[in-house]
T-cell receptor
């Protein structure tokens, strides 16, 4: 059974800091990994998707890496801003388990002005 | 270019009533997924549907819950005889192809049971 863990569960940083969010998964046989952002009371916004054959993806100030063999992914946020405050979720799609996503518990990020 | 549309956004039901949650996928998407987010818990997969077919319902409770995605119209998640423990945010996602493509999520339906 695939399990996804995100560390830390919560993070508070001053504006301008670079930060790293961690995601680990127990079964390395994944099809892809997706990072989402969730604002309070809102749905999920897809940030980055990394296919199993890829090492990293970049979008603006965000960079996600994937090390499938060790079961890890990181989301790097450069020059954090108060508007980055949200819960960040990682989710994996397993190769042999249909199309559903298995989610981590999320990291609640607070960026202080 | 509308995204995934869910309605209602908020739904209040009394114990024993029925709840119907609707999801219209993004244009061109034929795959729909339902997830549930219980208070203080992560999102959990419930069911995966294509038009007129349930592909995987391994995450859906065996009793009281059902889902459909008819040839015409939105996907429906139906909860019969609701109980307090059904209170949660229910999210729908869609994708155009099996695998490979990202899933796009709606804003969810927040179900509260009195």
């Amino acid at each position: 059974k695939q399990e996804v863990t995100q560390i830390p569960a919560a993070l508070s940083v001053p504006e301008g800091e670079n930060l790293v969010l961690n995601c680990s998964f127990t079964d390395s046989a994944i099809y892809n990994l997706q990072w989402f952002r969730q604002d309070p009371g809102k749905g999920l916004t897809s940030l980055l998707l990394i296919q199993s054959s890829q090492r990293e993806q970049t979008s603006g100030r965000l960079n996600a890496s994937l090390d499938k063999s060790s079961g890890r992914s990181t989301l790097y946020i450069a020059a954090s801003q108060p508007g980055d405050s949200a819960t960040y979720l990682c989710a994996v799609r397993r190769s042999n388990a249909g199309n559903m996503l298995t989610f981590g518990g999320g990291t609640r990020l607070m960026v202080k002005p | 270019n509308a995204g995934v549309m869910q309605n209602p956004r908020h739904l209040v039901r009394r114990r024993g009533q029925e709840a119907r949650l609707r999801c219209s996928p993004m244009k061109g998407h034929s795959h729909v997924y339902w997830y549930r987010q219980l208070p203080e818990e992560g999102l959990k997969f419930m069911v995966y549907l294509q038009k007129e077919n349930i592909i995987d319902e391994s995450g859906m409770p065996k009793e009281r819950f059902s889902a459909e995605f008819p040839k015409e119209g939105p996907s429906i998640l139906r909860i019969q005889q609701v109980v307090r423990g059904d209170s949660a945010a229910y999210f729908c996602a869609s994708s155009p192809l099996q695998g490979g493509q990202p899933q796009h999520f709606g804003d969810g339906t927040r179900l509260s049971i009195l």
